[in-house]
């Protein structure tokens, strides 16, 4: 028939094996007549530091997960900013290609000509309003010496001095 052994840990006679009560399943008790394995139970006790150790490690980590989570955050928010600012720099540089046709076609000739016509009231001259003027070119102005004074003289021998000792 199968037994159950009963031990009662907390009881002084624990470590006596021969006070060990064995009980039959119809609730009949016997002594235990074999040597059975006595379970032994050890409990670590906590050491002082390793709580304090534990909340600080996992501080530390959350600290780290913090980190991380905020600088992808800070990173997506420079792309989103550098996206917009490509946007405005390619919608810029189409307009500046759209002025710049809107330039060239109004400064070409035929505009100019036009507007000069229209607006100012200028007229294309024709050859009977040239007039040509001849302009004498062998003419030559001769401006005469002048005395120099006292010091453009003493100021001119010490500029020839000079250039002497230069040589």
Partial sequence: MAENTVRYYNDESYDDVDTDETTAIDGSS?????QEHEIEVRRNEARSGSILMIVFISMLAAALLGSVIYSLDKRNTMYNKVSAMNDKLSSAAAENVRLQSELDSK????NIE?????VL??????STQITYIKIQTGDVVTIPKQ????IAKIKSFFDSCVEYFRG
Wanted: hydrophobic share 25%; charged share 40%; glycine share 12%.
């Fill in 121 to 126: 009231g200028m007229e294309k001259i024709d």
């Fill in 107 to 110: 400064m070409s000739a035929k």
């Fill in 114 to 118: 036009e507007y000069a016509e229209n």
């Fill in 147 to 150: 005395k120099k004074g006292m």
């Fill in 30 to 34: 016997h002594k235990g007549t074999e």
